[in-house]
């Protein structure tokens, strides 16, 4: 299918509707891609790559550019219509991402691991890796997208959101400790939102509900609630009244042999204490 345009000629996808308005706003002003960098403080490769689509950046990126152009807003809004555009996931997450964003309330589990709104930016790049994406401008937007999910999480609508992560998940670390370490802090940091309850399913409570299927329990503005489940492989929406009881009565009962959310707190304080240091490494 070709790329819807407008009557204007330009693009209606959201993600390349943004770059094209970056490009033609830059080229109106007869500024080089150096000359831009240069003005806002960032390196000109960040404005290249927004320019071509390979990521949308931050919204902070899109405020300095607003005020650099001139036009207060315009460009904030684009950034946040690209970033909530379900068409920059693969097909089969589409659906799921659109009620995400939505929910009132979301309550994950992840049984290997770290759930998608709660990576960083390396650990979604390590992630997507493994799934099969070389590096190179589609792992980069697959990555901006992940990060730019995250949003969901802050401001003024944000869902209450419950995630029960298996021991496994923080065991599991990445090899480069500094990026772990990043990792852990983001966790930690996060348990700290007022609308953010994060808990561990240690290893002493056994073989437990749900030990290889990601889960996720959307709780929609209706009432109603859809769940999505997950492995390595394959995603599916799961609506069906029963089926979305029988997922929730896993996750209550995870839930009640999880440790509480003052435990898991002191739990990934001392995941970061067991951490070398890179000065230890160096001595």
Not at 5 to 14: C, F, L, M, N, W
Not at 115 to 135: I, M
Not at 199 to 213: A, H, K, Y
Request: proline fraction near 6%; charged fraction near 25%; aromatic fraction near 6%.
């Amino acid at each position: 299918m070709p790329p819807r345009t407008a009557v204007t000629g330009r693009s209606q996808e959201p993600r390349r509707r943004f770059a094209e308005e970056l490009r033609l706003l830059r080229t109106q002003h007869g500024e080089s891609l150096r000359q831009l960098g240069t003005a806002l403080g960032w390196d000109a490769s960040l404005f290249g790559k927004l320019e071509s689509g390979q990521t949308l950046g931050s919204p902070e990126v899109a405020e300095a550019l607003d005020q650099h152009y001139g036009t207060p807003g315009l460009l904030l809004t684009l950034w946040e219509l690209a970033a909530a555009d379900p068409t920059q996931f693969k097909e089969r997450y589409r659906r799921f991402m659109t009620l995400e964003a939505e929910a009132t309330g979301i309550q994950q589990y992840s049984p290997a691991v770290v759930p998608g709104l709660l990576q960083t930016e390396t650990y979604a790049r390590r992630l997507l890796c493994l799934g099969g994406l070389s590096p190179g401008a589609q792992l980069d937007q697959q990555v901006d997208a992940r990060m730019n999910r995250r949003e969901i999480l802050t401001g003024a609508t944000a869902p209450q959101f419950r995630a029960i992560l298996d021991e496994a998940v923080l065991r599991r670390a990445l090899l480069d400790d500094a990026e772990w370490t990043e990792q852990l802090d983001h966790l930690d940091k996060v348990t700290r939102l007022p609308n953010v309850t994060l808990q561990v399913l240690p290893f002493s409570v056994g073989l437990r509900e749900l030990p290889n299927t990601d889960t996720a329990l959307l709780r929609l503005p209706e009432g109603k609630t859809v769940a999505w489940v997950e492995t390595g492989y394959d995603g599916q929406l799961v609506a069906e009244i029963s089926g979305v009881e029988r997922l929730q009565f896993s996750y209550d009962r995870l839930r009640d042999y999880a440790l509480s959310p003052r435990e898991t707190a002191a739990f990934i304080q001392h995941l970061l204490e067991e951490v070398p240091c890179p000065s230890a490494d160096s001595t």
